[in-house]
C-alpha cells in the first residue's frame, strides 16, 4: 500500500516503533558515537570522531577490510591535475545527474575533494604516479572531459584505500566490533538517537545481540546491489543502512536510480551473485565497445563515445543487443598488448583468464549489472538525516551529489568529504552541548566513556516486531526485481514486480501468526492471521534478517519507479522514454509508517527542503 502526497511533506521523523524480529539484547557498549560500516565513509568518519575526542565504535558486517570499497578499481575524481579546476568536475557532475543534482552538495564535493585526497594520502594512501615523477598519475573515464582519476595498483584503487584507512583505524586503537550485522537503530523518549541494536557472528569478546548505545549514529553501510541477481556489489550489501533508517523514520529519496555499470564480466544467463567488473578506466585508456561484427556502436551516439555517462552507456549496450537478439556486447582491449594489460589492469586480466578470457588476445563479453545506489538515505550537506542524531554517508546516503547518475569515480570522492563533513558537526555538537551543560560538563545527550554492561536498559517504547522472510526467499526478490526493475523497466513490468513482492509481504505476514515469535523485549509482533499448519515463522538470524532487509529497499524502490513516468539519468522506463523536467524533475521523499505502508511526498521543485528544522 502507498499513500501520496506532494510539496513540503511531513516535519521530522517521529519514528515507526518497526523493528526486526530478534532476541533481545543481551550485552550493551557505551561510547559517544558508533559508525556503522568499514569503507572509505565509515573509517574516515570514525578516524575523524577520534581524532575530535570522541569515544568512537566502529561496527562493520564483515571483516574491517571487507567492505565495497576495497572492490572499487577505477579510482578517486578530483580536480588534482594541471589545466583542471573544481568548476569542471562540477560541470562533469551536473551533467551525469541529469537536473537532479543538489548544487550546493556537488560544489562541497568538488572544491573540498583535492584536499581531502592530500590528507588521504597523509593517512598512507599510495597512489600510482607519473612515470619518473611524483605527480599522481591520472586518467579519465565515462563523463569526464579531464583526466582527473587517481588510480592505486593499476586498477586496486579501493584496495590500496581500504589499507591505508583500516591501518590507521588499527594504530589509532578504535574499537571495532567485526562480523556483526546491526539490526535497528535505538531512540530516547524524545526521538532522538540513542544508538543501535547489533548480532555479533561467531565467538569473541562479544556475540549475539547486543546493543552499543550512543547519541549519534553514522550509518555508512554501503550499498544494496544484492537485491538484483546480478550485481557488482559483494555479498554484505543487501541495503541493511536503507532499512534500518526506514524503520527509525528517516526518509529516503532518488532509490529508484540504481546505475547499472555497462561492463561487467559476462558469464552466461544463469549466473548470480556477485559478477567481476571491467572498470571503466579500461575505457578511459582508449578500449572500444564493439559488437559481434566488430562494429564501434557508441560512435556517434555521444560526443564522448565509449566515455559518455554511464546510464548512456549501458542503455545503447542493452539497445544494441536487443536489435541483435543477444545477451552481450565485447570490449575490445586487444590493442593495448600484454605489458599494458599485465601492469595497468592486473587484477581484471587475472579475473578474465580465471574465465577462461583472455583479454590480451579476444574481446571481453560484456553486460550491465547492478552497481550503484546514487539514492538512499537524505541528508544534508553536514550528514544529518531527518532522525536526530543519525548521520549516513557513502553510498547508503542521498547526499544530492550524484541526482539520477552517479559520475564515475565519485562515489570514493563523495565517501572521503561527507564523512569529514559528519566528523565535524559531530565534533560542534558535542562541544555545544558540553557548554550547555554547565560546569559539570554533563551533555544533555550524555557524551561517555566506553563501558560495558551484560545487558541494556528497557526500551523507551514498545515496538512492533517486524515479520521475517525466510532465507530461501532472497533468490526470490532479486529474480524479480531483475526481471522487473532491472536496466529496462515499464509500468507493466514493475507492476508485475510490485505484485510479486507484495505477495512476499504477506506470506511472511501470515507465518508469523497473530502473535509472532521472538519479539525483542518490549515488542509485540505483527500478523493478520493465523499461519498454516505447515508453514513456520523463519528463526531470527543473519540469513533471515537480511532478506527481509532487501524485501523493503525494493519494495521502496519499486513504488518510486512506478510513480517516475519518465526516462532520466539511469531510471529508463521503456513507455516513457523521454525525460520530463516539467513534470518531474523533482524528488520523492518516501517514509514507512507504523503500518508497514510507503508514504511518499513529491518536492514541488529539484530542489530538497532541509533534514533538520530550525
Not at 557488482?232 to 532518488?254: H, M
Not at 547508503?396 to 565519485?410: D, I
Amino acid at each position: 500500500m502507498t499513500a501520496t502526497g506532494t510539496g513540503t511533506g511531513p516535519g521530522p521523523a517521529a519514528g515507526t516503533g518497526i523493528c526486526l524480529t530478534a532476541p533481545a539484547p543481551g550485552w550493551s557498549i557505551e561510547a559517544d558515537v558508533v559508525v556503522v560500516g568499514s569503507g572509505v565513509a565509515g573509517l574516515t568518519a570514525a578516524l575523524r570522531c577520534a581524532a575530535a575526542g570522541r569515544r568512537t565504535v566502529v561496527v562493520t558486517k564483515a571483516r574491517l577490510d571487507d567492505g565495497s570499497t576495497r572492490w572499487a578499481q577505477g579510482g578517486i575524481a578530483a580536480a588534482l591535475g594541471d589545466g583542471d579546476t573544481p568548476e569542471q568536475h562540477l560541470a562533469d557532475t551536473l551533467v551525469a545527474g541529469a537536473g537532479l543534482c543538489d548544487e550546493a552538495a556537488v560544489r562541497a564535493l568538488v572544491t573540498e575533494g583535492p584536499d581531502a585526497v592530500h590528507r588521504l594520502i597523509g593517512t598512507g594512501a599510495r597512489f600510482d604516479t607519473a612515470p619518473g615523477s611524483d605527480e599522481i598519475a591520472l586518467t579519465r573515464e565515462g563523463g569526464h572531459h579531464r583526466r582527473r582519476i587517481a588510480h592505486a595498483g593499476g586498477d586496486a584503487t579501493g584496495a590500496e584505500i581500504s589499507r591505508a584507512l583500516v591501518e590507521a583505524v588499527r594504530a589509532a586503537g578504535l574499537r571495532t566490533i567485526e562480523n556483526a550485522l546491526v539490526l535497528d537503530l535505538l531512540t530516547d523518549a524524545d526521538g532522538h538517537t540513542a544508538g543501535v541494536t547489533l548480532h555479533v557472528m561467531g565467538e569473541g569478546q562479544h556475540d549475539g545481540v547486543g546493543a552499543v548505545h550512543a547519541p549519534a549514529v553514522v550509518l555508512a553501510t554501503g550499498g544494496m546491489g544484492q537485491v538484483f541477481s546480478a550485481t557488482t556489489n559483494p555479498a554484505v550489501s543487501t541495503g541493511d543502512g536503507v532499512a534500518l533508517a526506514l524503520r527509525a523514520g528517516a526518509e529516503i529519496s532518488d532509490l529508484e536510480f540504481v546505475q547499472f555499470h555497462p561492463t561487467v564480466l559476462y558469464l552466461g544467463p544463469e549466473a548470480e551473485g556477485q559478477q567481476p567488473l571491467i572498470s571503466e578506466a579500461v575505457r578511459g585508456e582508449g578500449a572500444h565497445l564493439v559488437d559481434a561484427d566488430g562494429t564501434r556502436f557508441m560512435v556517434g551516439r555521444h560526443e564522448l563515445a565509449e566515455l559518455a555517462p554511464r546510464d548512456i552507456v549501458a542503455k545503447e549496450i542493452m539497445r544494441r543487443a536487443h536489435e541483435q537478439g543477444v545477451e552481450h556486447m565485447y570490449l575490445d582491449g586487444r590493442h593495448f598488448g600484454p605489458q599494458m594489460w599485465a601492469t595497468r589492469f592486473p587484477t581484471i586480466l587475472a579475473a578474465c583468464r580465471s574465465h577462461g578470457i583472455d583479454p590480451v588476445t579476444e574481446p571481453i563479453p560484456v553486460a550491465p549489472a547492478a552497481h550503484y545506489a546514487s539514492g538512499g538515505v537524505r541528508t544534508d550537506l553536514r550528514g544529518r538525516t531527518t532522525v536526530p542524531g543519525l548521520y549516513a554517508c557513502g553510498e547508503v546516503a542521498c547526499t544530492g551529489v550524484h541526482g539520477a547518475n552517479r559520475l564515475a569515480s565519485n562515489s570514493l570522492l563523495e565517501g572521503l568529504v561527507f564523512a569529514e563533513r559528519i566528523a565535524s558537526d559531530i565534533a560542534g555538537t558535542h562541544a555545544a552541548e558540553a557548554a550547555a551543560g554547565g560546569a559539570s560538563g554533563t551533555p544533555s545527550h550524555g557524551w561517555a566513556e566506553h563501558t560495558e554492561h551484560t545487558a541494556p536498559p528497557a526500551p523507551s517504547a514498545p515496538r512492533t516486531a517486524l515479520p521475517l522472510l525466510a532465507p530461501e526467499t532472497r533468490t526470490a526478490v532479486q529474480r524479480t526485481m531483475t526481471a522487473g526493475a532491472g536496466v529496462l523497466r515499464s509500468a507493466e513490468s514493475l507492476a508485475r514486480a510490485a505484485a510479486e513482492l507484495d505477495r512476499l509481504h504477506r506470506e511472511a505476514t501470515t507465518a508469523a501468526g497473530p502473535t509472532g515469535r521472538h519479539a525483542p523485549a518490549g515488542a509485540t509482533a505483527t500478523g493478520s492471521a493465523a499461519a498454516p499448519a505447515d508453514r513456520k515463522a523463519p528463526e531470527p538470524g543473519v540469513e533471515a534478517w537480511e532478506a527481509t532487509n532487501l524485501l523493503c529497499v525494493a519494495r521502496v524502490l519499486v513504488a518510486a519507479a512506478q510513480r517516475r513516468a519518465e526516462t532520466r539519468g539511469c531510471h529508463w522506463r521503456e513507455d516513457h522514454p523521454d525525460r520530463d523536467d516539467a513534470s518531474w524533475r523533482r524528488h520523492f521523499r518516501i517514509t514507512l509508517e507504523a503500518d508497514r505502508a510507503l508514504t511518499i511526498h513529491t518536492t514541488a521543485t529539484a530542489e530538497f527542503p532541509p533534514t533538520v528544522t530550525p
